[in-house]
């Protein structure tokens, strides 16, 4: 979805450097989310946002933080990475009101950690 | 624990046939499903989305039906296209009074052959 873009699209780096994944939308929802995906495993959330002042830890946060730094904007950070961290990274959004709380995403991000 | 699984990893049908992606979940206070498209280098994309309280719901060319008694939901494809070889997840949203937490299965690659 050309709403929600990520960047950068594909990062490869080595043990133990800083890293962080941007996320941009212009849908105007206030909820945003982070996501892993792995082969054979889905998609597994690390940290998600209800609004700018909101930050809550998904299952699987170890290892990661995260920054909202405007309603249009969250980022990712992994502060010193590692090769289990070499995943696919997608952003999403939402804009709940009651009712069914669809997720919008973004094309993703390919990370290697070598 | 929570969980939602798929059981096929693969699928592979003949343009033109109709295709049957099934799902499994385990939590009973999901109050409703939502299936996912993933295209080869593309986040995933909405489809379609099913509350609880429902049993079946149509779209073009796909419908969801719900069984809550054996927990089991399936995405049926009509006239399954090129177009349609993707992967697809299902999610079931566990409901909170902040809004809804998805929680996605394993996802099911589906093959079109010509």
């Known amino acids: 979805d050309a709403d929600v873009t990520q960047t950068p699209r594909n990062r490869i780096t080595k043990t133990g450097k800083r890293i962080m994944l941007e996320c941009s939308q212009t849908?105007?929802?206030?909820?945003m989310y982070w996501y892993r995906q792995d082969p054979g495993l889905g998609l597994r959330l690390i940290y998600y946002?209800?609004?700018?002042?909101?930050?809550n830890k998904g299952e699987i946060s170890d290892g990661y933080s995260v920054s909202r730094q405007a309603q249009a904007k969250f980022s990712l950070s992994l502060e010193s990475a590692i090769p289990n961290q070499t995943a696919l990274y997608f952003c999403?959004?939402?804009?709940?009101?009651?009712?069914?709380?669809?997720?919008?995403f973004g094309p993703g991000t390919r990370l290697t950690v070598l | 624990g929570e969980s939602v699984g798929l059981h096929l990893p693969t699928l592979s049908v003949q343009e033109g046939d109709n295709s049957i992606i099934n799902c499994a979940y385990s939590?009973?206070?999901?109050?409703?499903f939502i299936w996912y498209k993933q295209e080869s280098g593309k986040g995933p994309q909405f489809i379609i989305d099913?509350?609880?309280?429902?049993d079946k719901r149509q779209g073009q060319r796909v419908t969801v039906l719900l069984n809550k008694t054996v927990k089991h939901l399936s995405l049926q494809i009509a006239a399954t296209q090129p177009g349609d070889s993707a992967v697809y997840f299902c999610?079931?949203?566990?409901?909170?009074?902040?809004?809804?937490?998805?929680?996605f299965g394993q996802g099911t690659e589906l093959s079109v052959k010509p």
């Open positions: 939590n009973s206070a999901s109050d409703y």
């Open positions: 099913i509350r609880s309280n429902m």
């Open positions: 946002s209800f609004d700018v002042k909101d930050i």
């Open positions: 999610a079931e949203n566990i409901e909170s009074n902040q809004g809804g937490k998805l929680i």
């Open positions: 849908k105007g929802h206030d909820r």
């Open positions: 999403a959004t939402s804009d709940w009101a009651g009712g069914p709380d669809t997720q919008y």
